[in-house]
């Protein structure tokens, strides 16, 4: 069954360092999110991206935050100077439906990033 | 307005019991129910989801239970199981715009059924 594969599985950081999440969506899908779920609490929207821009996003995707789809496959995500606040887990969701009865979101397993 | 209210936060439930777990919300631009699966270390899973024209879905021993007019759902997971235990979240979707659909999720409901 084609997964999202998301790298590196966990990432530490120092405060102030940028990093660099990376996602593997569902090879004909179209529609890529990000999430993040802070750890006890509920998984939150960040980002919605498709035709190669942001289609949606929320108040916790600041300035510190960018995506972008480099390539055919790839998609990430970009935070440019962490804070201790940005540690999560960090998933990846694609879909291959603009239809809302068929807007599957297909997750990944996540990137726990921690800043120290 | 975009929050999605869930509860109980924890449940543990006797193997061969129902689990029963409730959503409720105030937006009513959501237009799709999801609920989604989590096991530790792993990415959310769709696990059975639900239009608000209808009252309730059910797929093999997962229900979801819908009612439009008090903006609740539920899941109901008859003859739970071992297997079953993991966090379940309630999600609703709206349409954001420009073809994309946002997920809102409620804060998770950790299931533990034992034997």
């Known amino acids: 069954e084609p997964e999202v594969t998301q790298t590196p599985s966990h990432q530490v950081t120092q405060m102030g360092q940028e990093v660099i999440l990376r996602c593997v969506p569902i090879s004909n899908h179209l529609y890529f999110y990000w999430y993040r779920q802070i750890l006890g609490q509920k998984v939150e929207f960040l980002v919605s991206f498709y035709n190669n821009e942001i289609s949606e996003k929320s108040e916790i995707f600041d300035d510190q935050f960018s995506v972008e789809r480099p390539d055919g496959s790839n998609f990430t995500l970009k935070i440019r100077s962490t804070k201790l606040e940005d540690s999560a887990m960090y998933f990846c969701a694609s879909s291959d439906s603009g239809f809302l009865a068929k807007n599957i979101q297909y997750f990944g397993a996540g990137t726990r990033l921690s800043v120290l | 307005q975009q929050q999605v209210k869930q509860s109980p936060q924890s449940l543990i439930v006797q193997k061969g019991g129902i689990s029963i777990i409730n959503c409720a919300y105030e937006?009513?631009?959501?237009?799709?129910f999801p609920w989604y699966q989590q096991f530790p270390g792993k990415g959310p899973a769709l696990l059975i989801a639900i239009r608000p024209d209808v009252s309730e879905k059910k797929e093999g021993r997962f229900t979801i239970s819908f009612n439009k007019s008090a903006k609740q759902f539920s899941l109901h997971i008859m003859d739970s199981q071992p297997g079953d235990s993991a966090t379940y979240f309630c999600?609703?979707?709206?349409?954001?715009?420009?073809?994309?659909?946002?997920?809102?999720f409620g804060k998770g409901t950790k299931l533990s059924v034992i034997p």
């Open positions: 999600a609703a979707i709206n349409y954001s715009g420009a073809g994309s659909y946002q997920l809102t």
């Open positions: 937006n009513t631009a959501f237009d799709y």
